[in-house]
């Protein structure tokens, strides 16, 4: 118990700490990944010159001392001028000027060229070329080249500018040493902040990958969905139009296809509606307005106007729903989900079938249940039934479902803070749910 216990505080001590470094370097969203590097580097600096101030001044580079102090206020101010101004591109260029200008000046207070200076310049070239822009890395190549070669090259002609050295042999190898572990340790710690950095922008980039493909898969199933499915309906009408003109029909066959006619009209109109619903989700976003919604006002008109076409499939339709039912939803959207099921349960229920829409309180959630017993569905077609990835089914009287319907119930469901699920058996039935929380 104890261990357990010592292990989640460790945890969340652990965890509160990568927070806190995140918010310090930037978060992933809103900080490019160069300034992120560039803020941590400067926080990395910031506690390197903190330890430098004192160390120097404890082995008599008291001057060096000093510089260390000024290198703190700089990176102290670049750090701000960067994560709090958002100023990436000039404070990489003002790093990378005064860090190597006050190094050029330590040079002549540490001991020229037998002292530590070789060992930071490396350092600053090799983390200004981490965090710089790559058109820039060249620059600052040069520009490190040019500033060391020119020190030595005036400590060679003026041996008198090198203005103090080490008290001791003993204190060359103490400075020595510190900054190869300390410019060691800095090393490490960039490039495993850079590492991490790449390895979260890398998977970023995959689940965006993921996310196009899915939209294009949609877009390419809509492009199916507009290119067939409307062609089909404004073929038939246009055959009856020209047989009429060219035909006189008794009246019997008239009807008939008048009828046929109305279900094609009825169904393209439901198709379009769909179409439009999504698409302007698609780009707009959903936009979901819950409020108070009265479950039976919402599921008796919809069974209105679905008789008639139950009527004439010979199909028996019971609507049973609790009169003091509220839910908290978008009322135009349950508007959708409960009249896609319901067309589709009466689509797939053959005549002299039955189909209950249904709607009962369970805890804190409202149950609408579409219920038939109808042909079910293939178990080979359920895991991609809420997707576009469905196939085009056909109803008992050859009525066309393209998938689409169910793939915006689901989506909807869940913008409501709702689930849609379903229990089906092949020649059986199918029953489908819509779970709403209940209005306090």
Known sequence: MIVAVAHYVEKNRFSSFQKTFAYLVGEPGETTLEG????????????????????????GLKEASVISALLFLVFSGLYYLCRVKNKFHISVIIAGVLSSLLLAINYFFNAGV????????????FVVAIIAPIRQSTFWLYFNILIVLGLLFTEYRYPQTIISGYASRLNYIIDVASTYVVGIILIHLAIRFSRKAYEAEKQQVEEKSVILERLNAEKNKLFSIVSHDLRSPLASIQQYLELIRETDL???????????????????????????????????????????VHVASILIPIA??????????????????DPDLNVLADSNMLHLIVRNLLGNALKFTPSGGFVMLKAVASGTD??????????????????????????????????KGVGLGLFLCKEYAEAQQGKLWFESELNTGTTFYVALPLAA
Request: charged letters at 20%; aromatic letters at 10%.
């Open 114 to 125: 037998v002292g530590s200076s070789m060992l930071l310049f490396m350092l600053t070239f």
């Open 366 to 399: 409202c149950i609408i249940s579409v219920q038939d017993n109808g042909t079910g569905i293939n178990p080979d077609d359920q895991e991609t039934l809420f997707s576009l990835k469905s196939r085009v089914t056909f109803g008992t009287n050859n009525e």
């Open 250 to 292: 008794d009246e019997e066959l008239r009807k008939q296809i008048k009828s046929e006619l109305l279900d094609v009209v009825n169904h393209t109109q439901e198709m379009l509606s769909n179409l439009l619903l999504w698409s302007t989700s698609q780009m707009n976003g959903l936009t979901v307005n819950r409020t108070q």
């Open 304 to 321: 209105e106007i679905y008789k008639p076409f139950a009527a004439k499939k010979g199909l028996q339709m019971e609507v049973s729903a």
């Open 36 to 59: 992120r590097i560039f803020n941590a580097t400067c926080l990395i600096i910031i506690l390197v010159t903190l330890y430098n101030i004192p160390f120097n001044y404890y082995i």
